[in-house]
């Protein structure tokens, strides 16, 4: 059974820094790796998706790798703002399966 | 498009009592889910269809119905409601099944079961 996690679980950083978050899956056989993005008391919105064939995405100031074998992913937040303040959730998917999420990094950027 | 909406948003509930989370997309797609959230456990899938007419069971099915009778709308049911079913509970919605494709969120209903 596929586990993910995630590490750390919450985080906060003063404006301007560059950081990373992490997520470790147990069955490296996967399909694709999703990045979310979710506000307090919202919904969940997709930042960036890496298909198995791939090793990172870029969007804006994020950049998520994939190191299938090692079984982890990463995402990389450059100059990080306050808007960046939210919880980050990971989530895999296996072949012909569905989607395992992560508890989440709870982010805080402080101006 | 409206994207994903989700209907309550909240709602309080006594055990025992029954009740309908609705969820409805315009994007034409194909793939939905229905999954909860509780703290420390990331999101948890309930239920989920590839297409009108065909449901199947997640991870945690138990104590919730589903049917899918037409594209848009994917509603869930709590048949007897408890204590342990006070969540946030997301729908969400992608054009093919098998996770190839991105997902979309609906915006949650909260649900307090006391």
């Known amino acids: 059974k596929q586990e993910v996690t995630q590490i750390p679980a919450a985080l906060s950083v003063p404006e301007g820094e560059n950081l990373v978050l992490n997520c470790s899956f147990t069955?490296?056989?996967?399909?694709?790796l999703q990045w979310f993005r979710q506000d307090p008391g919202k919904g969940l919105t997709s930042l960036l998706l890496?298909?198995?064939?791939?090793r990172e995405q870029t969007s804006g100031r994020l950049n998520a790798s994939l190191d299938k074998s090692s079984g982890r992913s990463t995402l990389y937040i450059a100059a990080s703002q306050p808007g960046d303040s939210a919880t980050y959730l990971c989530a895999v998917n296996n072949y012909g399966q569905n989607f395992v999420f992560g508890p989440g990094t709870r982010l805080s950027v402080l101006p | 498009n409206a994207g994903v909406t989700q209907t309550p948003k909240f709602q309080v509930l006594k055990t025992g009592q029954s009740m309908t989370l609705q969820c409805a997309q315009d994007?034409?797609?194909?793939?939905m889910s229905w999954y909860r959230q509780d703290p420390g456990m990331g999101l948890r899938l309930i239920h989920y269809?590839?297409?009108?007419?065909?449901?199947d069971q997640g991870e945690v099915p138990n104590g919730y119905n589903v049917s899918r009778s037409t594209t848009e709308d994917f509603p869930l049911r709590l048949l007897s409601a408890a204590p342990s079913q006070t969540s946030v509970y997301f729908c969400?919605?992608?054009?093919?099944?098998?996770?190839?494709?991105?997902?979309?969120f609906g915006p949650g209903t909260r649900l307090l079961v006391l």
């Open positions: 969400a919605s992608s054009r093919t099944p098998g996770g190839s494709e991105t997902q979309y």
């Open positions: 269809s590839v297409g009108a007419g065909i449901t």
């Open positions: 069955d490296s056989a996967i399909y694709n």
């Open positions: 890496i298909q198995s064939s791939q």
């Open positions: 994007m034409n797609h194909e793939y």
